[in-house]
């Protein structure tokens, strides 16, 4: 056995080991172990009481033990016992058997937590040291309880010890994050900044830890930490290698602390004061330089601590994004290591230049590297390393380049690892859509797509391009023909059947002209694959053929066969039951006319998706779409399409269904109004507009549906509400109370009440100024429809407001019909010599008037189906603007004024609520139901309510609210 | 911040593991394993990050033995890498060519060691003899 045990060996211990080292087998180990316990658990139950070193031996062997996987239920008496030790050896096992195996809510705390109270105030440094170690360690509520107060007391004082310094800005670390209430902020945080100074690095290097946490919490508070750590980062920087002794690394003078201090900076904005930034600037400028000089040792360690900084500084150089210079300069030292024989060094080249692709300084230098990284995407022989590339490709991709990286990311796609196909999927689908000038390539991009990787594209993709082929006209009959060649392939992904099903359907007269592509081909063709597919194709596919009976008379014969036979019209699936028989039923009863009219070309879908890209662009520049933009665009796709099983299918379905205005539009998110039938497929201008085009052509349409925001002041009114009114205004959607405005000069309050369909308003103003406001007025109007919907009721105020003084003013307020526009208010007086005018909406909003319903389970969900009418129901998927904290939103749901149900929606994560608005003229029912999705953040949001506009008013007023 | 630090051998077994985050014993066994394979699984000419779940895993190999850091999305990678470094030439300086049995007869003063480096997740010291000064009181006082 070797004797390898230093210092005050113990034998028992050594032995002990031996022995499991030399077990042949798994079930020898654990006999050993076995053995091993009932021993000690003899030893520590036995009525001779044990010295300080055996105890100390048994806990070792019981340390061991639990790390071997064992799990320990005894012992912690006797490692309580060992703190209370003189000896530095027991005490320091005692300690490291309790940071390892008690968990924060032991009993043992109280014990534990006498013990450390002595060691703290024992002045010895290596016994403080290891009680503030295991507080830091167990970091118990209990423990914060006790010495939270403490802790920053010995942190600053001036005589503590460097050793004892590092370990309690540690501890105090842990208690701050554990038990921010008990750490209270006071003399000693201005104390704590100045650590930064201290002349020993080690106390340097911990307290940063402390002070970035501290930063992050309360920026303000901590701000002198950035001077501070610019000067001690340039002395650093500046210093020979040899300066720093034993903080030097491989002739690198303190990496860690170096990198420390840059992530501190990452946490604030440039330095305001120009000496501190040109300081700052100065460092990075040295760090940039010196990855350019010849390196001082050969060792791979020299220029890794080298790297770590440099990366670390680039990494504050992107944060700041502000100098182009800098920029470049980080641009181009990444671009050299992208070519480095180090993989790491590709690695983490690859992925910070992904975030230097988004600043628009450096997005052109990192464009000049896409050769290298297509290679990278290649020839990387580590996966981790491939989907870095993947990653930049996408990041750095713009119109210029779009083509080139698409089709380079498609060849990947046939052999990229099963993990990350999807992903890849999802960014080729919204490269190609984002930077199609040509949409033939367009349509080549995504049938390639799904001709590569069929079962990674969601339906999200293929939803995406039949509505984009819908809705340009230029591209159906390319969309057509290259369908109808796909679909040749012996064996195509039924994706692909999906997309030649729908696309056939619609424009297969395009090409039926060429025989090789003739109506009968081409319902062969999709006939030929109907067998091998599932329900939800087939029936798109019976669909299809319908819709062939229109386009090519000459197959009515053919597909009445296909849907008269009994597979079809017998089948146990009622769905595809369903459309057999009507399909068969429709295609024999109606007249031509009826049924060009029936199947009429699919209109134009509206366009919502663009907004949200143009959005991102402009947020983030063309190149950065990061993982959460990613599903940003998964879950429009979905909104688009109304959510789920909606997709183009069942508006094929619609189509079927004749009477105007077809449901599907509204599944689609266009309201009622729009003149669905009527609009015919116009030139390729769809794309980026739908809603322009239609607005002219229903007008009164349009100015419902943009409600506040689109809504022109009336001519009577002597200004237009300002900017930021309609936020004001949804501050108020959930409560009652509340300041509606501030400036400098004026305060508006509000307290409102309702009962049924009246409310009254108090509005308080507050003149903030010292001077009077002379000719003081308000006028409340009722711009537009909204004077024969609301009655709004209100006493002149006095002509002058005192300063520092308040007045008030009464509003009654009477609901005479639903109504979607806000009231407005305009105040006018004169402050100084000069006019004052400002106009605002009042936050009465329709909900106002809702009475709660309570209702159990069966009920709610019978009235549900009762709002099954599809201009009855309003549906939003949107992004979460707040925390999704429950509480917050059951607080919101009740300030909402509806009734929030328990125990309703299957789910319980979900909110279900139930109302009735009154107005003088009826009653409308309403119920909403909430989805969060915590993982993406995101909400859908349901409304069903008796009367189509209320839906549409409240899901609008309430998707701001979450 | 750092999560855990393991040293584990080729055949998969935790010769010490140190815990940042407060784990239950039923799913460190199941971590461990996952890690190990993972890291084992790799070669040479591969990176030595790799992305494990919510967190990314440092590794740095020594003859049959290999470190490896899980760390958070905020912590630099190659100086986490470094940090490995300095561990063992800390050991090597302490046990004079540390070997894997160092390590396992003389748990408890490796322990001391790596927390002198590492508390709570964050890297406090990083001088060598600053780092071996308690244990080099212990043994003088075991001497005398």
Not at chain 1, 207 to 212: D, G, K, N
Not at chain 1, 313 to 330: M, Q
Not at chain 1, 397 to 424: F, G, P
């Given at each position: 056995m070797p004797a390898v045990s230093k210092g005050d060996g113990m034998r028992g211990l050594a032995v002990f080991i031996s022995d499991i080292r030399n077990c042949k087998s798994k079930e020898a180990e654990i006999k050993r172990i076995n053995k091993e316990l009932a021993n000690i658990r003899s030893k520590f139950k036995g009525d001779k009481a044990l010295d300080g070193y055996s105890k100390k031996k048994y806990v070792c062997k019981l340390l061991f033990i639990f790390l071997l996987g064992h799990d320990i239920d005894f012992g912690h008496m006797e490692a309580v016992n060992l703190l209370s030790s003189n000896k530095y050896t027991e005490k320091q096992i005692g300690y490291l058997f309790i940071s390892v195996l008690v968990n924060s809510n032991s009993e043992l705390i109280r014990l534990i937590n006498n013990a450390i109270k002595n060691d703290l105030s024992s002045r010895n440094p290596t016994f403080m040291c290891l009680a503030l170690h295991c507080i830091a360690n167990v970091g118990s509520r209990e423990m914060a309880e006790a010495f939270a107060s403490e802790i920053p007391r010995i942190l600053v004082?001036?005589?503590?010890?460097?050793?004892?310094?590092?370990?309690?800005?540690?501890?105090?670390?842990?208690?701050?994050?554990?038990?921010?209430?008990?750490?209270?902020?006071?003399?000693?945080?201005?104390?704590?900044?100045?650590?930064?100074?201290?002349?020993?690095?080690?106390?340097?290097?911990?307290?940063?830890?402390?002070?970035?946490?501290?930063?992050?919490?309360?920026?303000?508070?901590?701000?002198?930490?950035?001077?501070?750590?610019?000067?001690?980062?340039?002395?650093?920087?500046?210093?020979?290698?040899?300066?720093?002794?034993?903080?030097?690394?491989?002739?690198?003078?303190?990496?860690?602390?170096?990198?420390?201090?840059?992530?501190?900076?990452?946490?604030?904005?440039?330095?305001?004061?120009?000496?501190?930034?040109?300081?700052?600037?100065?460092?990075?400028?040295?760090?940039?330089?010196?990855?350019?000089?010849?390196?001082?040792?050969?060792?791979?360690?020299?220029?890794?601590?080298?790297?770590?900084?440099?990366?670390?500084?680039?990494?504050?150089?992107?944060?700041?994004?502000?100098?182009?210079?800098?920029?470049?300069?980080?641009?181009?030292?990444?671009?050299?290591?992208?070519q480095h024989r180090e993989t790491n060094l590709r690695y983490l080249a690859l992925e910070s230049m992904c975030t230097l692709a988004s600043s628009e300084f450096s997005h052109e230098a990192v464009k000049t590297h896409i050769e290298t990284v297509i290679n990278a995407l290649k020839t990387e022989r580590d996966v981790s390393v491939?989907?870095?590339?993947?990653?930049?490709?996408?990041?750095?991709?713009?119109?210029?380049?779009?083509?080139?990286?698409?089709?380079?990311?498609?060849?990947?796609?046939?052999?990229?690892?099963?993990?990350?196909?999807?992903?890849?999927?999802?960014?080729?689908?919204?490269?190609?859509?984002?930077?199609a000038i040509d949409y033939s390539w367009y349509v080549d991009t995504i049938l390639n797509l799904i001709r590569i990787a069929g079962d990674y594209v969601s339906e999200e993709v293929w939803y995406r391009v039949i509505q984009i082929v819908i809705n340009r006209d230029d591209v159906q009959g390319y969309a057509a023909k290259t369908v109808f060649e796909a679909l040749q392939a012996p064996a195509c992904h039924e994706n692909m059947v999906k997309v030649g099903g729908y696309i056939l359907g619609e424009f297969g007269n395009l090409i039926a002209g060429d025989p090789r592509s003739s109506p009968l081909v081409q319902f062969n063709l999709l006939h030929s694959k109907f067998h091998l597919c599932s329900v939800p194709t087939r029936a798109l596919l019976l669909s299809a053929y319908i819709k062939f009976i229109n386009l090519f008379p000459e197959t009515k014969a053919t597909i009445q066969e296909v849907l008269r036979c009994d597979s079809q019209i017998r089948n146990s699936d009622v769905e595809l039951q369903q459309r057999a028989v009507e399909y068969l039923k429709l295609s024999s009863i109606a007249s031509t006319d009826v049924l060009a009219t029936v199947l009429e070309e699919m209109p134009p879908f509206p366009e919502r998706e663009s907004s949200i890209l143009a959005k991102l662009k402009k947020k983030k520049g063309p190149g950065a779409v990061s993982v959460t933009d990613l599903e940003d665009n998964k879950r429009e796709g979905g909104e688009l399409n109304g959510g789920g099983d909606r997709g183009p299918d069942t508006s094929a379905m619609a189509a079927s269904n004749a009477s105007t205005p077809s449901p599907s539009a509204d599944l689609l998110g266009i309201r009622s109004a729009a003149p669905i039938g009527a609009a015919p497929t116009s030139a390729g201008s769809l794309l980026v507009d739908v809603f322009s085009e239609a607005g002219p052509a229903a007008p009164s349409a349009a100015v419902n549906d943009d409600g506040f925001l689109s809504s022109a002041p009336p001519s009577e009114d002597p200004a237009a509400p300002l900017s930021e009114a309609d936020d004001l205004l949804n501050k108020f959607v959930c409560k009652n109370n509340g300041v509606l405005f501030e400036n400098q000069l004026l305060q508006i309050g509000i307290k409102s009440e309702y009962r049924q369909n009246l409310g009254r308003m108090y509005l308080f103003y507050g003149n903030k100024t010292s001077v009077p406001f002379a000719s003081f007025s308000t006028t409340v109007s009722c711009p537009g429809e909204l004077q024969s919907q609301l009655n709004v009721q209100s006493k002149p105020v006095e002509p002058v407001v005192e300063g520092g003084a308040q007045i008030q003013q009464v509003l009654n307020i009477e609901c005479l019909t639903d109504f979607s526009e806000a009231p407005l208010l305009n105040i006018k007086f004169r402050y100084g010599g000069a006019l004052q005018n400002l106009t605002l909406k009042l936050p009465v909003t329709i909900n106002k008037f809702f009475q709660p319903t309570e209702m159990a389970s069966n009920d709610f969900f019978q009235r549900w189906k009762q709002l099954s009418q599809p201009q009855q129901e309003a549906q939003k998927i949107f992004k979460a603007n707040h925390g999704m904290d429950t509480e917050v939103l059951k607080a919101k749901l009740l300030g909402l004024g509806m009734a929030l149900l328990d125990n309703v929606d299957p789910n319980p994560e979900n909110y279900v609520c139930a109302g009735v608005i009154q107005t003088k003229g009826q009653q409308v029912g309403c119920l909403l139901r909430l989805e969060p999705n915590a993982q993406a953040q995101m909400y859908r949001l349901t409304l069903r309510c008796s009367k189509d506009s209320v839906s549409r008013r409240l899901c609008e007023l309430l998707a701001e609210q979450f | 911040m750092i999560k855990f630090v393991l040293m584990v051998n080729r055949q998969g077994q935790t010769r010490l593991s140190r815990y940042y985050q407060p784990v239950e014993l039923s799913r460190r066994a199941a971590l461990e394993a996952d890690v190990v394979r993972c890291c084992l699984s790799r070669k040479k000419d591969q990176c030595s990050f790799v992305e494990y779940k919510e967190f990314k895993l440092v590794y740095r190999q020594y003859a049959a033995l290999y470190i490896v850091v899980g760390v958070t999305d905020s912590e630099n990678e190659l100086s986490i890498y470094e940090l490995v470094h300095n561990f063992v030439e800390v050991l090597d300086k302490y046990f004079s060519r540390v070997s894997e049995l160092d390590i396992m007869f003389n748990l408890d003063r490796v322990h001391i060691i790596l927390d002198e480096m590492i508390q709570n997740g964050h890297i406090v010291e990083t001088n060598k003899s600053r780092i071996l000064a308690p244990l080099t009181a212990i043994d003088k006082m075991a001497d005398g």
């Open positions: 004082a001036g005589d503590t010890m460097d050793s004892v310094k590092q370990s309690a800005a540690l501890c105090l670390l842990r208690l701050y994050k554990t038990s921010p209430d008990l750490v209270l902020m006071g003399e000693w945080t201005s104390r704590v900044v100045h650590l930064l100074n201290d002349q020993h690095m080690g106390v340097v290097t911990a307290a940063i830890s402390l002070i970035t946490c501290l930063s992050q919490k309360n920026p303000d508070e901590f701000k002198t930490c950035v001077s501070l750590a610019v000067s001690r980062l340039s002395r650093i920087v500046s210093s020979a290698s040899t300066d720093l002794q034993d903080y030097t690394y491989y002739f690198v003078p303190a990496p860690w602390l170096s990198c420390k201090l840059l992530r501190l900076l990452q946490c604030y904005p440039p330095p305001e004061d120009g000496a501190v930034k040109g300081r700052l600037v100065e460092c990075l400028e040295t760090i940039l330089n010196k990855a350019q000089e010849p390196p001082k040792s050969k060792k791979v360690q020299h220029s890794n601590a080298k790297n770590a900084i440099l990366f670390e500084a680039i990494s504050l150089i992107i944060h700041y994004d502000s100098e182009p210079n800098l920029l470049v300069r980080a641009c181009n030292q990444l671009g050299q290591f992208l491939r989907q870095r590339a993947a990653d930049l490709l996408y990041a750095m991709c713009d119109r210029s380049n779009a083509k080139q990286i698409v089709a380079e990311m498609l060849s990947y796609l046939e052999t990229a690892d099963y993990s990350i196909r999807e992903e890849m999927v999802l960014k080729v689908a919204i490269l190609a859509e984002k930077y | -």
